[in-house]
């Protein structure tokens, strides 16, 4: 049996989130076409006949411009440390740049570092050949595994690939721990999925959703509250699950973008944020979604702790 921890890191956008989802095969982590989606560490556990490996996926490495990015940026950089294996998350679709250079030097002193070629699947065959030579020259790569996080290919190596670069060791956690996530970091993540999805330019950046009431009528004996440790997602819950959350914008001529004509956008938000989480918790929600003015938030460390972008020795 093996063990240990492996942590997803990259550049924005390079696909971290959506390769975790796809390896733990439940969406753990939020995706968007806008970067830095990511805020903060997330742990998701896979479970194999021959060992368990602890997925981190971490916050994309970028310039931090915001206290908030500071800790985002910190989280990334930390887990190279704290890891047994670094999986370093590629776009290979995009030409790299001064960014990327600084990422591979991070992972220099990495005990273990592979190189993860995502998003194969939007390009030819023929021009990865001569890309996987010139990533070879760039770092003494404990492996190099091309793959797409979006249809699946190769992905099943990959696992083996992580999984071979292990100690030998009992699993960490128990066969049914999924993840450290709370339930209500799980639910305010998703609402702001769809904030993500349904707004525009610049407005993603400063918007975030703090869960305000949490409100659990639900009658199942076997589930933990406080994290979703228990993979039950579709057990025999009963009852009703309230929720009010705030989406915060940074400034008043925000407001009105996120409501919309009428409340038109924000009943969107809400009615698919919804489903997502009734989906995700097989459980009935009441959603209640409220636009708050909150200046200069990304720069509020105690609003940061309680959005959950702690820093790393939290």
């Known amino acids: 049996m093996k063990s240990g921890f492996v942590s997803l890191v990259g550049r924005p956008n390079a ?4 390769l975790l989802n796809r390896i733990v095969g439940v969406k753990l ?3 968007s ?3 830095q989606t990511t805020r903060t560490r997330i742990l998701g556990v896979k479970n194999y006949p021959d060992g368990q490996v602890v997925f981190v996926d971490t916050p994309g490495v970028h310039r931090p411009l915001h206290r908030m990015n500071v800790r985002m940026m910190d989280a990334a950089v ?8 670094v999986g370093v998350v590629v776009d290979v679709s995009e030409s790299q740049g001064a960014g990327t250079k600084y990422l591979v030097d991070l992972v220099r002193d990495a005990g273990a570092a592979v190189l993860i070629l995502n998003k194969i699947d939007l390009m030819k065959k023929t021009r990865l050949l001569p ?4 990533w070879s020259r760039k770092h003494a790569w404990a492996d190099i595994v091309p793959v797409s996080a979006k249809t699946g290919d190769n992905v099943d190596r990959l696992e083996q690939v992580l ?7 009992e699993p960490l ?3 049914d721990y999924l993840t450290d996530q709370p339930e209500r970091v799980l639910v305010a993540e998703m609402v702001r999925e769809q904030v993500l999805r349904y707004t525009r330019d ?3 950046f400063s918007t975030a959703v703090l869960v305000d009431r949490f409100e659990d009528d639900r009658n199942n004996d076997d589930r933990n509250n406080d994290d979703r440790s228990k993979d039950g997602r579709k057990g025999a819950e009963t009852g009703l699950l309230r929720v009010y959350c705030s989406i915060l914008v940074e400034r008043e001529s925000q407001k009105p973008i996120v409501i919309g004509k009428g409340g038109e956008l924000i009943k969107r938000i809400g009615t698919a944020a919804r489903e997502e989480i009734e989906r995700f918790f097989g459980v009935r929600l009441f959603l209640d979604l409220r636009v708050t003015v909150k200046e200069q938030w990304r720069d509020d460390d105690r609003l940061l702790d309680r959005l959950g972008v702690r820093q790393p020795d939290k």
Request: a negative charge; aromatic letters at 2%; zero cysteines.
């Open 15 to 18: 696909g971290k989130s959506s």
């Open 78 to 85: 930390d887990s190279i440390r704290d890891v047994d294996v």
């Open 173 to 175: 956690y128990p066969t």
């Open 131 to 134: 890309i996987l030579d010139e």
């Open 29 to 31: 982590a939020i995706v």
């Open 163 to 169: 999984l071979g670069h292990l100690s030998e060791g």
């Open 33 to 35: 076409d806008k970067p």
């Open 202 to 204: 610049e407005l993603p």
